[in-house]
């Protein structure tokens, strides 16, 4: 498009008789006032700009992908007993039955080369703050966290994570991440309802004997075991889910590039059919795109699911 400048002498006159002969109509004042290259007057609609849209906070496409965590985000037992399957991952994972929230947001092949799975199997919010370090690394547009299960889940309810350190431990790994990647969203999903967990699971006999290998004992030792100390034990884990779920929603609040589930994955009713046939607690495959598709509508929403 051609500046008004450039335009050619003729029509440049036209324009000014054009201007002439309104100004003969209306006062010299007004006409001086709004035509031309003349500022209009304060308040006036010819001063008024138009205000440029603001860039949002939020980029609902993220073209690279880093995830960091625990277990589940490794695919622990979604494949086979005791083992990580990290191609079903929820996060990162390449398998098409899954289609993990890299595949729904860069494709196939981008998110072949593009995101990155930093999560360990076992790892709580104390181990975050290096898995952060690492994704920042890869200067990733998001970073997705979900963490916290391995907090409440210990050999007994005593030893779970106080939870001034699960918050000191989560706001270190944010801190770790801004540092070298100022610019990375941060999606943090909440921790899984353990409780459910353990009353689906609990339906299942095979379930039930790989439960005595240790898997999160604060919760699911004795699963069949309705009395007062067991159910109070089961309770205080439950207490404490929801309190790191309440610190996940509070920090992330404070970070302008960090968005929380609004509790969908705690929310989420997981049924046998989304639980590991391996250990009838992790995510099964199944699962696992459930998860995927949870986390890829908080991300891709215009805005922020509510608690």
């Not at 009395?227 to 089961?234: C, D, F, G, L, P």
């Not at 639980?275 to 215009?302: I, K």
Request: aromatic fraction near 6%; include cysteine.
């Amino acid at each position: 498009m051609r500046k008004r400048s450039d335009r050619p002498f003729a029509v440049r006159a036209a324009v000014a008789a054009v201007t002439a002969a309104v100004c003969g109509v209306a006062s010299l004042a007004a006409c001086d006032a709004t035509g031309g290259n003349s500022p209009g007057p304060s308040g006036s609609p010819s001063a008024a700009k138009p205000s440029p849209k603001p860039t949002p906070t939020w980029d609902t496409k993220p073209r690279s992908v880093a995830a960091v965590g625990d277990s589940i985000t490794r695919g622990f037992d979604a494949c086979s007993v005791l083992s990580d399957c990290p191609k079903v991952s929820w996060a990162t994972g390449t398998d098409r039955s899954v289609k993990s929230l890299a595949v729904r947001l860069l494709g196939e092949s981008r998110a072949r080369t593009h995101s990155w799975n930093h999560a360990r199997t076992g790892a709580r919010m104390a181990d975050l703050p290096e898995q952060m370090n690492r994704a920042a690394s890869e200067k990733p547009e998001l970073v997705t966290v979900m963490a916290g299960s391995n907090d409440a889940c210990r050999p007994s309810a005593a030893g779970m994570t106080p939870v001034a350190d699960f918050r000191a431990d989560f706001q270190e790994s944010l801190r770790q991440l801004r540092r070298t990647a100022p610019k990375a969203q941060v999606y943090v999903l909440s921790v899984p309802d353990l409780k459910r967990l353990w009353s689906q699971g609990r339906a299942n006999p095979l379930g039930k004997q790989v439960w005595k290998l240790g898997i999160c004992a604060s919760m699911l030792a004795d699963p069949d075991d309705l009395n007062s100390a067991a159910t109070a034990r089961r309770d205080s884990v439950q207490a404490r889910v929801v309190a790191y779920n309440e610190v996940l929603r509070e920090v992330c609040a404070k970070d302008k590039k960090c968005r929380y589930d609004g509790g969908a994955v705690f929310g989420y009713k997981f049924g046998q059919t989304q639980l590991s046939e391996w250990d009838w607690f992790h995510p099964s495959v199944n699962g696992q795109a459930r998860l995927a598709a949870l986390a890829y509508r908080g991300v891709t929403a215009e805005r922020p699911s509510r608690p």
